[in-house]
């Protein structure tokens, strides 16, 4: 089974950038179809799709994030990697690594890591 572990800073300062590790176990980051995505939800709100980076290095972002958003990747560790710059305090938020098979659309997501809390806050 495929598991998957957040880590990175629980408090960031407003401005500064939001950078998250997903350390992917179980399997293959390069596994054919798969697919990598974070996912946030701020208190009280829904979940919302941030970006994804597939089996291939192919990446996607949410159209309004995508000016801030980067992921990436290091596959010799099996690890993902989420960059949000110029961060303000409405991106405090739960952050979860995920993933699942192409098309999302289809199959959506299959796995969710545990999740980290991060709050943006002076």
């Known amino acids: 089974q495929v598991q998957l572990q957040e880590s990175g800073p629980g408090l960031v300062k407003p401005s500064q950038t939001l950078s998250l590790t997903c350390t992917v176990s179980?399997?293959?980051?390069?596994?054919?179809?798969?697919?990598w995505s974070w996912i946030r939800q701020p208190p009280g709100k829904g979940l919302e799709w941030m970006g994804v980076?597939?089996?291939?290095?192919?990446?996607e972002y949410n159209p309004s994030l995508k000016s801030r958003t980067s992921v990436s990747r290091d596959t010799s560790k099996n690890q993902v990697f989420l960059h949000l710059s110029s961060v303000t305090p409405e991106d405090t938020a739960v952050y979860y690594c995920t993933t699942g098979l192409w098309p999302l659309t289809r199959y959506g997501v299959r796995n969710w890591g545990q999740g980290t809390q991060v709050t943006v806050s002076s």
């Open positions: 179980g399997g293959s980051i390069t596994s054919s179809y798969s697919l």
């Open positions: 980076i597939a089996y291939d290095g192919t990446t």
